[in-house]
């Protein structure tokens, strides 16, 4: 079982749809807990940051960590096409330096 | 609002050869690492660098790989003898304090060994 697993779609929504995209994990060392956004060919743009199970907001987007099911979530409110780019979930562990990442789930939003 | 800085952009070399990336990452930043992202692949962690050493290092960041931070602003990634398989993204990032801060990342350098 991978570590760290996203579906990579592709996701195409329309314009002011709700977003949902998930990664699930397998060790129960992971303690933080990151969604980045990465356009074609730019490095990864952090979005969200959590270290506690729950839900936090900013804006549009809520960052969701369920640890007893493994389960993070971010979701996009009134998506726009702006928003159409890769979107990577990243973990570390507690003591490590080291970022695990999801294979990223490309999303597109249409006008 | 301050950024993770890298060149060059793209970086065409020999199978063979020598290639340095360079990175300056955010002035008051502690923590810095390097990452790759082969083409349709997963971003994967190389290198973390703090206090002037390395901290953590993964299977990837094997002999030909070093890191160094010349000059107190500049963060380089050396590949010594570059392969075909050496070809991706490279991404360099920093961090304010380990554990609770995130990583911010620059643009990448795109490597292609021919």
């Known amino acids: 079982q991978k570590e760290v697993e996203q579906d990579p779609g592709p996701l195409s929504v329309p314009e002011g749809a709700i977003v949902s995209l998930n990664c699930t994990y397998s060790?129960?060392?992971?303690?933080?807990f990151m969604w980045y956004r990465q356009y074609s060919r730019k490095g990864p743009e952090l979005l969200m940051y959590?270290?506690?199970?729950g839900n936090k907001e900013d804006g549009r987007f809520t960052a969701q960590v369920d640890k007893s099911s493994k389960y993070i979530s971010l979701f996009i409110r009134d998506s726009q096409p702006s928003d159409s780019a890769t979107y990577l979930c990243?973990?570390?562990?507690?003591?490590?330096?080291?970022?695990?990442f999801g294979k990223g789930t490309k999303l597109s939003v249409i006008p | 609002e301050p950024e993770v800085t890298q060149t060059p952009s793209h970086q065409v070399t020999q199978m063979g050869q020598e290639v340095i990336l360079r990175c300056v990452p955010i002035?008051?930043?502690?923590?810095f690492y390097w990452y790759r992202q082969i083409l349709g692949q997963k971003v994967e962690f190389l290198v973390s660098?703090?206090?002037?050493?390395?901290?953590?290092k993964s299977e990837i960041f094997d002999d030909q790989f070093s890191v160094e931070r010349p000059d107190g602003s500049n963060f380089t990634l050396k590949i010594r003898s570059t392969k075909l398989e050496d070809s991706a993204m490279y991404f360099c990032?920093?961090?304010?304090?380990?554990?609770?801060?995130?990583?911010?990342f620059g643009n990448g350098t795109r490597l292609t060994v021919t």
């Open positions: 990243a973990m570390k562990r507690a003591g490590s330096y080291q970022l695990t």
């Open positions: 060790n129960s060392a992971f303690q933080y």
């Open positions: 959590t270290y506690s199970s």
């Open positions: 002035s008051n930043h502690l923590y």
């Open positions: 660098f703090y206090n002037n050493e390395i901290s953590e």
């Open positions: 990032a920093s961090e304010l304090g380990q554990g609770d801060s995130p990583l911010h």
